[in-house]
């Protein structure tokens, strides 16, 4: 089953073009990656997945159902996280995790919130304001927001690009324990091609608002005769 | 509207008040302050015999009362949006099922209550400080503050869309606007004392009635259910339009993407 179907999405800002008529699905299950470099179009799509952005046409539905129509309750399913949206730093932990599973509706807001601490390591921080953490533990207790409604997909906006790399494979590898052991669907954005290839099944390379390209990375890394994603990336992106 | 979430984003500011001097001193201690000074104020007047046959401390006094209920209304819900644009927290909260309903509605309970702190901390400062007790006034107390804190959210609802619309630069409006309005509201002063056309200004604010229906408490004793009438009837226009201006605002925002880069 399509989780995330996108008709012909296009979104103008003025005269400029940021996302031009793309269409894609993501299956029930599936990382798929979007790819591309600044500017291409990447938060543009997600923030009209999410309802933050009206599309200027298009359509998008999730679950099968219109967001612009039913907002509220497609939101309660679905979670997004990016480094570049904070939790208030004057808040503790605890606290708004706490304000988010309220406004989740969380049945065992408690239970829930520890249960998820002991999955991403944060039970210590809990007591612990906000704005005292490191940046990797911000990003631990980003996805610890993201899961706490049980999402059935999640959108991730370039989720490792203020991590150093030892943090960032150690935060791949979690979100890939996760995703396999509740069936996830995710959609990933990024510009670090080896991400990419770790951990989306599917990739769509976007440039200038256009799909330029989309296969599984073998495919891709196969059809441009290249010996890694990160050279397909070049060969695309300077050809267009 | 669900309650569940309405009650999160206030937990929100309650968890915050618990510990921040600043907005523990905007309930407590600021508006003490500014019964002291006013207190003063018409101690003096008194004394001097300024004041004739008025009752000077009554309507100073119960007009400051009031007027920190108006500001407090506006304050209340323009800083509860300026909380999550400081914090950058405000996509994390527009993400979730969250109406924009709800939120405002979270902000008019927010309002309520911190009006009603302020309202007790001034009545009891006035009381042991002046010896001037809020509910001489009557129990008409009640439905004058229902006016002001209701077009004080009106206020503070436009501001929030004037927020939306021109960003963060816009938000010293939040801090300003009730300077703009206390002139022409009459607050200290009859509206009859104001030249001719600023008169039209002040009978287009619903607040206007209020202290002049104050006024007329003191000095009749008499309760104008025209003025509370008109008063509640134009706060419910002014509702009205500063909702619609402000889903407009919204929907705009979501179209040119500036919802998104409110906060960066
Ligand atoms: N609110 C906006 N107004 C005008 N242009 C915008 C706005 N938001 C994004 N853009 C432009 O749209 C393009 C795509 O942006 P974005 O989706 O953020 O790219 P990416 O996430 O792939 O780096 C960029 O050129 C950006 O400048
Ligand atoms: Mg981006």
Known sequence: MAIVEIKNLVKRFDKFVAVNDVSFEIQEGETLGLLGPNGAGKTTTIQALLDLVTPTSGSIKIFGKEISENRSEILGQINFSSPYVALPGNLKVWENLSIFAGLYGIKNPKQKIEELAEIFKIKDLLPKMTSNLSTGQMTRLNLTKAMLNDPKLLLLDEPTSSLDPDIADKYRKLLKKIQKERNLTILYTSHNMLEIEEICDRVIFLNKGKITDNGTPQQLIKKYGRKDLNDVFLAIARET | MKWHRIKALMTRHL???????????????????????????????????????????????????????????????????????????????????????????????????????????????????????????????????????????????????????????????????????????????????????????????????????????????????????????????YLALALWFFYRMFARVKKNGMLTKLDS
Do not use: C
């Open chain 2, 15 to 237: 968890y915050l008040y618990q510990r921040s001097i600043p907005r523990l001193m905007d309930i407590f201690f600021w508006p003490t302050m500014t019964l002291l000074l006013w207190g003063f104020v018409s101690e003096y007047l008194q004394q001097s015999n300024f004041s004739g046959s008025v009752n000077i401390v009554t309507v100073l006094l119960g007009a400051i009362i009031l007027w920190e209920i108006l500001s407090e209304g506006q304050h209340s819900l323009s800083v509860a949006f300026l909380e999550d644009i400081w914090e950058r927290n405000l996509l994390n909260i527009f993400v979730t099922p969250l109406k924009i309903s709800e939120f405002l509605a979270s902000t008019a309970l927010l309002g309520v209550i911190r009006v009603f702190l302020v309202g007790i901390v001034m009545g009891v400062v006035a009381l042991f400080a002046y010896s001037f007790n809020l509910f001489s006034l009557g129990f008409y107390i009640i439905p004058f503050a229902f006016n002001l804190i209701f077009f004080g959210w009106i206020l503070g609802l436009i501001i929030t869309a004037v927020i939306l619309r021109f960003g963060t630069s816009a938000q010293v409006l939040a801090f300003g606007i009730m300077f703009l309005v206390q002139p022409f509201t009459a607050v200290f002063y009859p509206v009859s004392i104001l030249p001719k056309y600023i008169q039209y200004i002040s009978y287009a604010l619903p607040s206007t009635y209020v202290f002049e229906g104050l006024r007329a408490v003191v000095n009749t004793g008499h309760f104008l259910n025209s003025y509370f009438l008109i008063s509640v009837g134009l706060n419910i226009i």
